[in-house]
């Protein structure tokens, strides 16, 4: 099992599985402090954490582009594959450069 960390995410490779982990306190912590939030006020209630993750799991997965209609995990995958693509790692076959 090989595992990932950064700014209050944690990815983990298993033998089967990529899993991505974000602490719901990690995830309240950066809605509040987001530089976005054009409102300072806007926070999540006391007692809410759940229905704050729980609205952020379905939108990674149901949320996403109106023009291609893929959702946002899908477009961070397809990100990343683009950089696989282009970058010519070991684990893909390329085809032979003329």
């Known amino acids: 099992m090989k595992r990932y960390s950064n700014l209050g995410i944690e990815t983990i490779v298993t033998n089967d599985k990529i899993k991505i982990e974000v602490k719901i306190s990690g995830a309240i912590n950066a809605f509040n402090n987001n530089p ?7 926070t999540v209630k006391r007692g809410k954490r759940k229905e704050f993750a729980e609205y952020l799991a379905k939108s990674l997965i149901e949320v996403g582009n109106s023009e291609t ?3 946002l995990v899908m477009e961070m995958f397809d990100q990343i594959f683009e950089q696989i693509f282009e ?4 684990f893909c076959n390329y085809p032979d450069e003329e």
């Open 69 to 71: 209609g893929d959702s």
């Open 87 to 90: 970058s010519a790692e070991d």
């Open 36 to 42: 976005t939030n054009y409102c300072p006020n806007i």
